[in-house]
């Protein structure tokens, strides 16, 4: 059964700060890999994605994608209070029409 | 990023009534949609795969006559939650990739509480 594991949290870092939310998978097969911020009520938001191994950076975000140890991060420099919510690492096997497959989330709390 | 509109935002429904959801992708073709529920303070769970023109593919245990998707064009597919009871109660969302990169856009999400 494919699975994709994050740490619930909270994870709690000063304004400011790098938050870093880390995220490993079950399946070797995984292709492309998704990081989404859902607040409290609200529906989930791309912010990121990775297909390669190695960084990608997007603003204040990078992800860090490492297949042979099965690991995707999400590193979020100079945090901001509004980066306060639920991040979701997504994965998908890269099959036809196949949905991502969703961890449970890490909840951010970046305090002023 | 390509626009998923779902709607209703959220619905307050008696038990043993039926309610149905519309998810609309504005400006692309989706010829496949997703539909997941998400419980207080869970992940997204997928519920079915939505292909156009053909029936939905249903995860295991959950009830396809229960949860009835009909995805009538390449824009629209329509969830209804029949003969609603209060353990139905969640935030149902659905999403819709864009093309061939596989990015999944999703919709608001609905509310669905089932006194």
């Known amino acids: 059964q494919k699975e994709v594991e994050q740490n619930s949290g909270p994870l709690s870092v000063p304004e400011g700060a790098i938050a870093s939310l880390n995220c490993t998978y079950s399946?070797?097969?995984?292709?492309?890999f998704f990081w989404y911020r859902q607040y409290s009520g609200k529906s989930p938001e791309l912010i990121m994605f990775i297909y390669s191994n190695g960084d990608k950076e997007d603003g204040r975000f990078t992800a860090q994608l490492n297949k042979a140890s099965q690991y995707v991060s999400l590193l979020i420099r100079d945090s901001q209070p509004s980066d306060s919510a639920t991040y979701l690492c997504?994965?998908?096997?890269?099959?036809?029409?196949?949905?991502?497959?969703f961890g449970k989330g890490t909840t951010l709390s970046v305090s002023s | 990023g390509a626009v998923v509109s779902q709607h209703p935002s959220w619905v307050i429904c008696k038990s043993g009534t039926s309610v149905k959801i519309e998810c609309r992708s504005l400006?692309?073709?989706?010829?496949?949609m997703f539909w997941y529920r998400q419980f207080p303070k869970q992940s997204l769970m997928l519920m079915a795969t939505s292909n156009e023109g053909s029936k939905a593919t249903y995860e295991q245990g959950v009830e396809k006559d229960k949860f009835l998707i009909n995805h009538a064009s390449l824009t629209l597919s329509t969830l209804t939650v029949t003969s609603a009871h209060p353990e139905d109660s969640s935030f149902y969302i659905c999403?819709?990739?864009?093309?061939?990169?596989?990015?999944?856009?999703f919709g608001s999400g609905t509310q669905l509480s089932v006194l």
């Open positions: 399946d070797r097969g995984s292709q492309s």
């Open positions: 997504a994965v998908n096997v890269n099959q036809a029409g196949t949905a991502l497959i």
């Open positions: 400006d692309f073709q989706a010829t496949t």
């Open positions: 999403s819709a990739r864009q093309g061939i990169n596989e990015k999944l856009f």
